[in-house]
């Protein structure tokens, strides 16, 4: 099955500065990439999400870039603030077995420091 | 729009007892989910729904089972609750036919003793 690797598991920046997560994947029929931020209390919800067809995607200080034949995937965060401190979460996902088959990686904490 | 609901927040609950965990959703999604959360080990997939009528076993299904008698409603139950079932459980949707993503609700955190 699929595997999914995040690292790292901890990240502290000072605000302003970039951040970014890393994570690989180990099946190649995965073909759909989200990011999810969970907040203290709360769900994850999704902050962007990149298909296997498209190399990179932006939106506003966030970005997510997808190397299909290295099988890993990165997160950016750039012009950091404190309100970005929250649990990142990346997942690869594909339809398996009759369903959208979604594996985590096991979060990245992050934290802004002012 | 309220999204996705999910009662109770949080539960203290004896080993033994049983338990049913709900979620609502009202975006008209076809497909639903119940993910546990443990520290270190990200979420796992207990069980799903494609639609309304039909439900699969995900990663971790043993001690839990669902129904989804309507689009709307897909409650999680704990026949004979164990402590390792202690967790923070996730119900999601998604509408499979337009795109692959998946909407979480608040979470319920329960704890079995």
């Known amino acids: 099955g699929e595997n999914v690797e995040q690292h790292p598991s901890t990240l502290s920046v000072q605000e302003g500065d970039s951040a970014v997560i890393k994570c690989t994947y180990s099946?190649?029929?995965?073909?759909?990439f989200p990011w999810y931020k969970q907040e203290l209390g709360k769900g994850p919800q999704l902050i962007i999400d990149?298909?296997?067809?498209?190399g990179e995607k932006k939106d506003q200080r966030i970005a997510v870039t997808l190397n299909k034949t290295a099988k890993h995937f990165s997160l950016h965060i750039t012009e950091t603030q404190p309100e970005d401190s929250a649990v990142y979460f990346c997942a690869a996902s594909s339809s398996s077995g009759g369903y959208q088959k979604v594996t985590f990686g096991t979060g990245t904490k992050l934290q802004v420091i002012p | 729009i309220a999204g996705i609901t999910q009662a109770p927040t949080s539960q203290i609950l004896a080993a033994g007892r049983r338990m049913t965990l709900r979620c609502t959703q009202d975006?008209?999604?076809?497909?639903m989910y119940w993910y546990r959360q443990d520290l270190g080990l990200g979420l796992r997939l207990i069980h799903y729904s494609n639609t309304a009528g039909t439900t699969g076993k995900g990663e971790v299904p043993d001690g839990y089972s669902v129904s989804r008698a309507n689009t709307d409603d897909f409650p999680l139950t704990l026949a004979s609750a164990v402590p390792s079932q202690t967790s923070v459980y996730f119900c999601?949707?998604?509408?499979?036919?337009?795109?692959?993503?998946?909407?979480f609700g608040p979470g319920t955190r329960l704890t079995v003793l």
């Open positions: 099946d190649s029929a995965s073909n759909y």
């Open positions: 990149i298909r296997s067809n498209v």
């Open positions: 975006m008209r999604h076809n497909a």
């Open positions: 999601a949707s998604s509408d499979q036919y337009h795109t692959d993503t998946q909407y």
